[in-house]
């Protein structure tokens, strides 16, 4: 078209110098109506155009709702293949069910109860348990309880010990370097006292010094009436060659231990029940008898002191 329109105008153009004034007006008027015919054609076509990518456009669209609907369809086709399956086997689950005999469900139904019985019993075990070591936790706490007290008595008494220990340090300082030692030990307080600075060889008889000695002991024990005590008396090896009164060393250092209990009585502050008196003849030395220096040693008085334990054995008996 465009050609044709384009050959038109050349001719025109040729032509104006030897074709009359009608004639070219004429051309000009064809070639006004042929522009503007051409103008509508460029028109449609760019309307076909934008039709042609709208249409494409439709369907790329209806090409892919096609594929999402065979997607769609597939899948509701596996879905019915798998519904179809369940439903086949609830069918034969059910066929088996009803096939089932009385006598097989009447056997189930024995060993639910069975098991409902066993699952009873143990619940019944497991609540019993738990009161069990409820009972076991609280008898626990009870005896931690006790444990403590017993601890707090304990450190107590042996408070109370080695402030005895030190009075009677601080009383009879007078006799240090004289055959006297005091010292604490296994919650005891040990008195022990030469025979250097009680007696003479093979006597039971108290001496001054010594007598002074015992009676200082006894103000202190006098202030601790809670208190036990023990005297013992101890020999060296060497056998007893005195009067006939005496039948050993046994006899000599139970004897000793008597004088010593009642130089003691004598303070009346002091509870006689509280008083022991006992010989270990040359049975419990402390040093060896082989020598001069030990068989001094062993020749002694030992005061044994011993908080009383009433309050701890009831403890223990309690735990």
């Not at 450190?155 to 010292?183: C, H, W």
Request: net charge neutral.
């Amino acid at each position: 078209m465009i050609k044709k329109l384009s050959l038109i105008a050349l001719t025109i153009t040729l032509c104006t110098s030897c074709v009359s004034k009608k004639i070219y007006t004429d051309l000009e008027d064809k070639y006004a109506n042929l522009k503007k015919e051409n103008r509508g054609l460029n028109d449609e076509v760019e309307k076909l155009s934008q039709q042609k990518t709208s249409l494409f456009n439709d369907l790329n669209q209806m090409a892919k709702a096609y594929d999402d609907a065979i997607a769609e369809l597939d899948k509701l086709k596996s879905d019915y293949a798998a519904a179809k399956t369940n439903l086949d086997n609830l069918k034969a689950s059910y066929k088996a069910l009803e096939e089932n005999s009385s006598a097989s469900i009447v056997a189930n139904s024995k060993k639910n109860r069975e098991l409902l019985a066993k699952l009873e019993a143990k619940e019944q075990a497991l609540a019993t348990e738990n009161e069990r070591l409820n009972t076991l936790k609280k008898e626990l706490e009870s005896r931690s309880q006790r444990v403590a007290e017993l601890e707090n008595v304990i450190a107590s008494k042996d408070a109370a010990m080695r402030q005895l220990k030190d009075a009677i340090s601080k009383a009879l300082t007078n006799f240090e370097g004289k055959g006297l030692t005091v010292e604490q030990r296994n919650g005891k307080v040990y008195i022990s006292m030469e025979n250097k600075l009680l007696f003479e060889s093979g006597s039971w008889y108290v001496g001054a010094q010594g007598k002074q000695a015992v009676k200082q002991l006894g103000d202190v024990l006098a202030e601790n009436p809670e208190i036990s005590v023990l005297i013992e008396g101890h020999t060296d090896n060497v056998p007893y060659k005195g009067n006939e009164q005496l039948s050993g060393n046994w006899d000599l250092s139970a004897k000793r231990a008597t004088a010593i209990v009642n130089i003691l009585r004598e303070n009346k502050a002091i509870n006689p029940e509280n008083l022991t008196a006992a010989g270990r003849g040359e049975f419990a030395p402390i040093a060896s008898n082989a020598t001069t220096e030990g068989k001094a040693k062993n020749r002694r008085i030992e005061v044994i002191l011993t908080p009383k334990l009433d309050e701890i054995s009831k403890l223990l008996n309690e735990i």
